[in-house]
């Protein structure tokens, strides 16, 4: 069905004639390199530096707060927990705003592709959530429930997650930053509470920021 | 002696204005849809110069446009057919050959 109405501007669309074939490749290379970019855009440098900031003052803050505790007893303080969750509170909007400026016009099956990955999402988190909501009701410790278990499978379950979409979209340079977060928390949790804080935090911060100068790179190719 | 034979650009799609729409729109996976204004705010066109190219696509079945209701109004969402991809696809491939014939 048209429904494109005449606008009688024809003599405004300008047949450009006699574009000449070089010119003609150069604008179909910058147009596919605008839409690509705006379309599947990688995060801004400044997203990717403020979800390493995160990992680095949020991780670290729980791990200063607990740092003395030999053996574990009481946990996290408040205060630590309440900058983690305000960070990744703050690193989410962000995440979103960009993601939905990206996608902002686009319908159809993109739009579905993207309600199914929140589904999955949220299954990853909600499913690592309730495991570790279940392995407290069986008697496993605090040290275990909330020192090992909480900063690393949750994390692990929803990078799981990315790391599927990108190796979907074949994004090998996200794909890589996913394995090394899910690389990263795994290991630490060999090293108990303070081990699974502090190295998921520093390791995931080291490897965003890997992930950063890899896209400088890329940039000043481009 | 090559007898090769250079295939002659579309001159439907060998204008700027038109090569940056299915261009644009050949960026999104088959079946995704784009709003108009979101085109018009990537290439930076008037509406009017817009619906007049997008108007000579979709009249050589390049493009399919609607009007849909997002909850505050009317939008009008542009698709590319298989019918543009293909002819996009025949359009770069031609002028490969073409500078492929004109390079030294």
């Not at chain 1, 509170?89 to 739009?111: D, E, P, Y």
Request: net charge positive.
């Amino acid at each position: 069905m048209n429904v494109i109405g005449d606008p009688n501007q024809a003599a405004s669309a300008g047949e450009e004639a006699g574009l000449d074939p070089r010119e003609a490749v150069k604008i179909l290379e910058q147009a596919k390199r605008q839409a690509q970019r705006q379309f599947n855009p990688q995060p801004p440098l400044l997203v990717v530096v403020g979800a390493a900031l995160v990992f680095l003052f949020g991780y670290g803050a729980v791990w200063w707060s607990m740092r003395d505790q030999h053996p574990y007893s009481s946990g996290p303080a408040l205060w630590s927990l309440a900058v983690l969750y305000g960070l990744i509170a703050i690193s989410a909007i962000a995440g979103s705003v960009v993601f939905g400026r990206a996608q902002s016009g686009v319908g159809g099956r993109a739009r579905r592709q993207q309600q199914i990955q929140g589904v999955a999402f949220a299954a990853a988190g909600i499913g690592a959530w309730v495991v570790e909501g279940a392995l407290r009701y069986r008697g496993v410790s605090f040290e275990i429930v909330y020192g090992v278990y909480g900063p690393t499978v949750p994390l692990i379950a929803l990078i799981a997650v990315a790391a599927g979409i990108n190796a979907m979209r074949e994004s090998w340079l996200e794909l890589g930053v996913c394995i090394g977060i899910i690389a990263v928390a795994s290991v630490s949790t060999f090293f108990g509470p303070l081990g699974a804080w502090g190295l998921t935090g520093l390791g995931c911060c080291l490897v965003l920021l890997a992930y950063a100068a890899a896209l400088v790179v890329q940039q000043r190719r481009a | 002696m090559s007898t090769s034979t250079v295939e002659p650009l579309d001159p439907l799609i060998h204008v700027p204005a038109r090569l940056r729409i299915l261009v644009t729109l050949a960026a999104l996976n088959e079946g995704d849809t784009l709003s108009f204004t979101r085109l018009q705010k990537m290439l930076d066109l008037t509406p009017g110069n817009l619906i007049t190219h997008l108007r000579k696509l979709e009249d050589a079945r390049y493009l399919k446009s609607e009007k849909t209701s997002d909850g505050n109004g009317l939008t009008t969402i542009v698709t590319l057919t298989r019918r543009g991809r293909a002819a996009l696809d025949a359009y770069t491939e031609a002028l490969r050959n073409l500078l492929g014939g004109l390079a030294p």
